[in-house]
């Protein structure tokens, strides 16, 4: 199997793709391109795995209807979030001002006594309080914007965030870095609404014009047993969580907490597959994708650059995903995409060195 290189132009960012990080994300360069190159106009994508939802927000960006779906409830929320913004900033504000009222009622009627000692240790007790009461009304109000932009403040060391010092990431406290003693100010109360407002602002700095007339469908559900009835999508661009190399409900654990999801260890083993269960997984969704599409139809697949005994040989996952694919699809081309350093989640590790796109076409 031939690689070749992928070379990107440059592009603007649009800034709702920042409203909460998340681990593993697939570039926005990445996603702009093969929508462009790939993706009919006019037609339907549908992202499978769609983690943070950057396949969604972009297809949407260039004007196409999106579908996604995440087994992670956090990357549910975080994709509703981007693909539901409000149509102004101004429009925001008003109804962000409508909770706060609301919050702050309710915050001081909140009880934290059981709220589990590793969340209590990030936050300053009036500011969970707040968290907890403005958590309660945009996830019972589906304000899935507002969610994302709370996600994205939870956790971090510097002034426009929540916590206590933290690292951005993973939820891990800073406190050696920054002792309570030395830095008193970052261990004091902190203002949910200000903060969200800020957040909220941040969010609008540079938005392309969108066209909310376009569908916009995301689902939080098992890949496998998802079922469409009577739909046909063009182009299928996805990025599958690979061989366990990240553990998206740990790394997002605290998030997933305030959503309402504790128990982050068993999610983590239904998203992040050992090698037999993903092989046997990718298999069942190439024969349901199959299902979706017509001869001609494009199914991407982004994964990482690793080898694994398959059939008594030590292959590229890329190369399994086409031999367990071929029944249904042709492989057309495959890209490398490598992983700038500063995308890595481990600094200066060579274990994935770049990602590979696989172009299949429906026979």
């Not at 004007?63 to 996604?68: D, F, K």
């Not at 009880?111 to 996830?139: A, M, R």
């Not at 939870?154 to 010092?165: C, D, E, K, T, V």
């Amino acid at each position: 199997m031939e690689l070749k290189d992928l070379k990107f132009e440059d592009t603007v960012v649009n800034s709702i793709n920042s409203l909460s990080p998340y681990i593993g994300k697939m570039r926005i360069e990445l996603a702009k391109y093969l929508i462009e190159h790939y993706a009919p106009k006019g037609s339907v994508i549908y992202d499978p795995f769609a983690g943070s939802g950057t396949v969604l927000l972009e297809g949407w960006t260039l004007r196409y209807e999106v579908v996604g779906n995440d087994l992670n409830y956090y990357a549910y929320v975080l994709s509703m979030g981007k693909l539901n913004p409000y149509k102004t900033l101004e429009e925001a504000e008003k109804k962000l001002l409508k909770y706060k009222k609301l919050s702050e009622c309710k915050s001081k009627t909140i009880d934290i006594t059981n709220i589990p000692e590793w969340v209590k240790s990030f936050y300053d007790e009036k500011t969970l309080k707040e968290i907890k009461s403005w958590v309660f009304y945009l996830k019972r109000n589906k304000e899935w914007f507002f969610l994302s932009c709370l996600m994205g403040i939870l956790h971090h060391q510097r002034p426009g965030f929540l916590s206590y010092p933290a690292s951005h990431g993973a939820p891990y406290l800073r406190s050696k870095k920054y002792p309570i003693d030395s830095y008193p100010d970052m261990y004091k109360y902190k203002n949910v609404y200000e903060k969200l407002l800020n957040k909220v602002k941040r969010s609008y700095k540079n938005v392309p014009q969108l066209d909310y007339a376009l569908s916009r469908r995301m689902f939080n559900k098992d890949a496998r047993n998802i079922c469409f009835k009577n739909e046909h999508f063009s182009t299928i661009i996805t990025s599958p969580p690979y061989m366990k190399s990240l553990t998206y409900a740990r790394d997002n654990r605290l998030r997933l907490w305030f959503l309402g999801e504790e128990d982050w260890i068993t999610l983590d083993k239904k998203i992040s597959p050992e090698k037999s269960t993903f092989i046997e997984l990718m298999r069942t969704c190439f024969k349901k994708w199959a299902k979706l599409q017509e001869a001609g139809d494009k199914c991407i697949v982004v994964i990482g650059d690793i080898s694994v005994a398959y059939n008594e040989k030590k292959i590229s996952l890329s190369e399994v995903l086409i031999d367990i694919s071929k029944k249904h699809y042709t492989c057309i081309e495959t890209f490398c995409d490598p992983i700038p350093e500063t995308k890595k989640i481990v600094k200066g590790s060579t274990r994935i060195k770049q990602e590979i796109i696989v172009v299949l076409e429906r026979k």
